[in-house]
């Protein structure tokens, strides 16, 4: 029979528990990240900017254009500018990506007005002159004022209507694209959906359950019937090129893809680009 009184060994208590501090420690900083990353990704996600240092009418553009307040829920606005283009088969409405505000995107209005579409560009809630805060719903809520205006103010038919979404903007635009039918639907240098895009840049924590805007565009596309283009770039070093491919392998046809160059947001303004867009709306009439 064992001694009951047989002397503890100090080294393996210390030992035991060093290494029950070490796990409590390691266990409340992996509990203090996750609330961080929940709490605080918006920030991370939607890097609001104010402000508004340059408009159309000023050089060296000087374009005609609307300058725009519409209304969404809560009584907030959105605030757009709308580039008209006389003779215009086709009108874009361009959901934007998640950083600066219209000044910051005005070179891709001109790039398409100055290519014969007319063009409508807005800012998500909280960014430029658009009262309120992002948030996944919010920019959905944007998409559809930005549609209503087009559509019954404008009285732009549908099917004289392209969405184009970059990046964030292609989830809005997807959102879009299943509650009506445009003429069709352009995703460039967009994600998966954003949970992917988080679990990609953090392979070593299980973050997905955490991400609370989802922006879940591939789970969309089966129920989008338009015509869709996907176009990426393989140097893309923000979303990576396997997003686009995805998108495309997963959505119905009539779709094509484009392979661009450049990074994420100078992409656009790659040599094939315009073309390439302007050959697949070509298509769309025939």
């Not at 035991?16 to 996600?45: C, D, E, N, P, Y």
């Not at 007319?118 to 009262?131: N, Q």
């Not at 070593?204 to 176009?231: E, G, H, M, Q, W």
């Amino acid at each position: 029979m064992k001694d009951e009184n047989v002397a503890r060994n100090p080294k393996r208590d210390v030992a035991k528990h060093m290494f029950a501090s070490m796990i409590t420690i390691a266990v409340l900083s992996l509990a203090g990240f996750m609330a961080l990353l929940f709490f605080a990704q918006r920030r991370l996600v939607f890097p609001v900017s104010r402000e508004i240092y340059r408009t159309p009418d000023q050089a060296p553009y000087r374009l005609i254009h609307e300058d725009l307040y519409l209304p969404v829920s809560g009584g907030k606005i959105t605030n757009a500018w709308f580039f008209p283009c006389d003779n215009a088969q086709y009108t874009v409405l361009f959901c934007r990506g998640n950083g600066g505000t219209l000044s910051d995107w005005l070179d891709a209005g001109v790039m398409f007005h100055n290519a014969g579409f007319a063009i409508l560009l807005f800012d998500y809630g909280g960014y430029g002159r658009s009262t309120g805060r992002p948030s996944e719903s919010r920019l959905y809520e944007d998409g559809r004022a930005a549609w209503r205006w087009l559509t019954e103010a404008r009285k732009i038919p549908p099917r004289n209507i392209v969405l184009i979404g970059h990046s964030i903007g292609g989830g809005v635009a997807a959102q879009l694209a299943t509650e009506i039918t445009p003429a069709a639907l352009i995703l460039q240098s967009t994600f998966t959906s954003l949970p992917d895009v988080a679990q990609e840049m953090l392979p070593f924590l299980y973050v997905k359950p955490f991400i609370r805007d989802r922006f879940n565009t591939i789970a969309k596309l089966a129920r989008i019937s338009c015509p869709l283009l996907v176009v990426h770039s393989p140097n893309d070093s923000l979303i990576p090129f396997a997003h686009g491919r995805a998108l495309f392998d997963r959505a119905r046809e009539p779709k094509r893809f484009l392979e661009i160059r450049g990074d994420h947001n100078d992409g656009m303004f790659s040599a094939n680009y315009l073309s390439g867009i302007a050959s697949f709306i070509a298509s769309l009439a025939r």
